[in-house]
C-alpha cells in the first residue's frame, strides 16, 4: 500500500523567468515558445513517487507582474513547498528572488520547503547569476537549489524530486489527518492544461 499525500506547491518569481514553462515541462513535457503571461495563477497536477509514497504536488503558479503581487499569499498560503524561480540572465530577478524569500520567511506557513530554480540554463553564454552566488544563497538560507531550463528540459525532474526528499515522510503508526489517501501499488500521473 502507497500514501498519497496532496502537497500544495506554488511557484513565485518576476515575470518572464519561465515559472509557467517549468510547469508546462513538468507536468506535461510540453514547452511552447509562445506562451502568455500568467493572469493570476494556473493550476496543474501531477503525482510522482517518492520513497514508499506518492506525492500529488498541486501546483499553483503564480502571475509574476507587480500588480498580482498582492494576490501571492492566497497560493503560499498553506503550501508544503515554494519553488522562487529565476532568470540566471537577469540579475534583477535573481534580487526579486531574495524579496520573496524575505516574504515567505515572514508571512509564509512556518515549515515551507523552499527550493531556488535558476531557470534558462541553456543561456548560459549570456549569464548574469553565478552559478556558485545562487548556490552559496540557497545554502544560506536551507534551500534546495537547481538550474534549470524548461526550454532544454533540463533539471525540471530533478527540481521536483530534491522537494520530494525535503518533505518529511509521513509517520506510519499515524492515522487520521495526514492528508494521505492508501491506495493499491499503482502510479498516477494527471495534469490540467496549462498554457
Not at 494576490?71 to 519553488?83: H, Q
Not at 552566488?133 to 524548461?150: C, F, L, N, P, R
Amino acid at each position: 500500500m502507497m500514501a498519497i499525500r496532496e502537497l500544495k506547491v506554488c511557484l513565485l518569481g518576476d515575470t518572464g523567468v519561465g515559472k509557467s514553462s517549468i510547469v508546462c515541462r513538468f507536468v506535461q513535457d510540453h514547452f511552447d515558445h509562445n506562451i502568455s503571461p500568467t493572469i493570476g495563477a494556473s493550476f496543474m497536477t501531477k503525482t510522482v513517487p517518492c520513497r514508499n509514497e506518492l506525492h500529488k504536488f498541486l501546483i499553483w503558479d503564480t502571475a509574476g507582474q507587480e500588480r498580482f503581487h498582492s494576490l501571492a499569499p492566497m497560493y503560499y498560503r498553506g503550501s508544503a513547498a515554494a519553488v522562487i524561480v529565476y532568470d540566471i540572465t537577469k540579475q534583477d530577478s535573481f534580487r526579486t528572488l531574495k524579496k520573496w524569500v524575505k516574504e515567505l520567511k515572514e508571512h509564509g506557513p512556518e515549515n515551507i520547503v523552499m527550493a531556488i530554480a535558476g531557470n534558462k540554463c541553456d543561456l548560459s553564454d549570456i549569464r548574469e547569476v553565478p552559478l556558485k552566488d545562487a548556490k552559496e544563497y540557497a545554502e544560506s538560507i536551507g534551500a534546495v537549489a537547481v538550474e534549470t531550463s524548461a526550454k532544454n528540459a533540463i533539471n525540471i525532474e530533478e527540481l521536483f524530486q530534491g522537494i520530494s526528499r525535503q518533505i518529511p515522510p509521513l509517520d506510519p503508526h499515524e492515522n487520521g489527518n495526514s492528508g494521505a489517501i492508501k491506495l493499491g501499488n499503482q502510479s498516477l500521473q494527471t495534469g490540467r492544461r496549462c498554457c
